[in-house]
């Protein structure tokens, strides 16, 4: 990012202090980061006493530079941590989740002591087809309680699961499955999208046939749909689970058993199988969730928008929640089922006050117009997160003041898959925020900007984001192939986490997230960030959302083509495209350099997102590049790449 850039962002916006309003009674007060610098290994050992353990551990930190045990001598059991304990000290009733289906009207309360007896029956009912302890169990569901309830089931019996978004291929489910070796499946006859029944179970049977491991199948009647069926291997939710016993007693298991799989998306290569382990992880999303959004139990009601198939679901829908004993909405349909009015009337009913959700999906609402969210009571709202990608200024303002009402806290967040849980984010109450910037560590958690040799920048500068010390829920490696963990991640600089992320110091050293360093752009020997390029283009008043590549150019090397889509009120400018293209192209230039002003700027309804609504730039480079499409089974609609393909070949190419 170029200076001129941020201080333009600056200058345009403004830092807002800490909200008052939580600042007498937030969960984290100032001297948090003074007690955890001191000593972040003694700060994590005391966050660990979130949890109840079997055997409280007497050992912290065991470093073997990459690989780290944390609480090593610990045993405990996730499911009694994010469940049972809970319904033991009286708090049975409370409201685990508000489940909210694709269509509206459909919804189920499940509370704690609900909970319990469900995760004891589906436990009992993968006992009894075979599943123990050190088990990998492949989870390919949508959005329904079931899914939550397998989670925990399995972890309750020390076995593994592997949630495979349900929106994968046959063959991506098959790889991901032979890869950790998954001997049992549970999913579901289909799922809704927007009303339509769209199966899943047909995706599982060709899979399998290239899985000889699997034994068993379990399949959760929710469309239902006609299925194929194997006598012997497949098994009815219904069947099995309904008529186990709900009690089940639990066994403890070491805090660094691993807990789960989770496969990177985005990559047509052999997957990434992140895993992490129990106690290192659940400390620090218990920790996170309750510190970053001040979360208070006995009044909050959390809305994690996204697919349990992600990480974001794992650590603030199911377990980051569950073991702060916080309600939950857990939402099945995509965000205008039901119309574009669907997610605010879903906070109304449901009294929703914290809301966390990506940038993309903040732009599309955004797109759709303020109208809609103001048609309805979104005073419940106390705090607004956002996660996935750098958000833009211009979207940050318009989530505070139309969905916040000028008066929530938003804390914009930095992590990923490998990193289990939040690492870099202002706490309400306690940290300045400022539109776009992610601001600082959290405490415990110790990062720096560096550059090509490693060395750590100044203020005003720009680099690499590496995490310099281990931290509890660290990805413990890649399933099976630890030696591609050291040459992925602690390769680049030796003795440190390189995250794949560039990052800046703004002039107070606050953070901003620059995106992934292979989204850089070298043009005419330029070095352009495409985190950049968008946020100059969604800084237009016509524009919606942007999504820029680098294509060869045989003159300068690379060339920018953007993707943008236009707000629905900008009617001029859907009646004279070649106008605002150029238009758009001229705001680029003056508002960072004419080096970045885009060759072409495509102009499409849609731009490809998956599920958890983060745009697949790897297929627009492949449309860009006019490549062969790689894997579009992770997109919420495969038609929508096709689509800018054809308005890609119907361009004029060079718009200078």
Known sequence: MSEARL????????????????????????????????????????????LTWTKAPTKTLEWDRPFAKWFGDGTLNAAYNCVDRHVEAGRGEKVAYHWVGDAEGESRTITYADLQKMVAQAANALSEIGVKAGDRVAVYMPMIPEAVVTMLAIVRLGAVHSVIFA??????????????????????????????AAPLKPAVDEALESCPNVRAVLVVRRTGGDVAWVDGRDHWWHDLVERQSDTHTYESFPAEQTLLIMYTSGTTAKPKGIFHTTGGY????????????????????????????????????????????????????????????????????????????????????????????????????????????????????????????????????????????IMISPLPGITSTKPGAAMRALPGIQVDVVDNEGKSVGNGEGGYLVIT???????????????????TYWSRFPGVYFAGDGAKRDADGDLWLLGRIDDVMNISGH????????????????????????????????????????????????????????????????????????????????LPKTRSGKIMRRLLRDVAENRPLGDVTTLMDPTVVNSIAVLMSESSGDEE
């Not at 046959?170 to 998954?182: F, K, P, T, Y």
């Not at 965000?335 to 669907?342: A, L, Q, T, W, Y």
């Not at 005073?379 to 000028?406: D, F, K, Q």
């Not at 931290?471 to 963990?485: A, H, K, L, N």
Request: glycine content about 8%; overall charge negative; hydrophobic content about 40%.
């Open 7 to 50: 201080e333009a962002w600056l200058d345009e916006t403004r830092s807002f202090e800490p909200s008052q309003q939580f600042a007498a009674s937030a969960n984290a007060q100032p001297s948090i980061y003074v007690d955890a610098a001191a000593d972040p290994v003694a700060y994590w050992r005391t966050q660990a006493d979130r």
């Open 167 to 196: 929106g994968f291929s046959a063959e991506a489910l098959a790889s991901r499955i032979l890869d950790s070796d998954c001997q049992v499946v549970v999913t579901a006859d289909g799922a809704f999208r927007r009303g339509a």
């Open 469 to 487: 010390h281990p931290w509890p829920s660290m990805t413990r490696g890649i399933y099976g192939d630890p030696e591609r963990f050291k040459e």
């Open 527 to 606: 070095r352009l960030s495409t985190t950049e390029v968008e946020h100059a283009l969604v800084g237009h008043r016509a524009v919606a959302e942007a999504a820029v590549v680098g294509a060869t150019d045989e003159t300068t090397g690379q060339a920018i083509v953007a993707f943008v889509t236009l707000k629905l009120s900008a009617e001029d400018a859907q009646k004279d495209q070649a106008g605002v293209i150029s238009e758009l192209r001229e705001h680029v230039s003056r508002t960072i350099s004419p080096i970045a002003k885009p060759r072409q700027i495509i102009l499409t309804p849609e």
């Open 282 to 421: 659940l400390t620090q999303v218990a920790t996170t969730h309750y510190n970053i959004f001040d979360v208070k139990a006995e009044t909050d009601v959390c809305w994690t928008a996204a697919d349990i198939g992600w990480i974001t679901g794992h650590s603030y829908i199911v377990y980051g929640p569950l073991v702060n004993g916080v309600t939950s909405v857990m939402y099945e349909g995509l965000p205008d089922s039901g119309g574009r009015d669907r997610w605010w009337k879903i906070i109304e009913e449901n009294k929703v006050t914290i809301l966390y959700t990506a940038p993309t999906t903040i732009r599309t609402l955004m797109k759709w117009g303020h109208q809609h969210p103001a048609a309805h009571d979104l005073s419940s709202l106390r705090l607004l997160g956002t996660v996935g990608e750098p958000i833009n200024p211009e979207a940050w303002m318009w989530y505070r003041e139309h969905i916040g009402s000028g008066r929530c806290p938003i804390v914009d967040t930095w992590w990923q898959t490998e990193t289990g849980a």
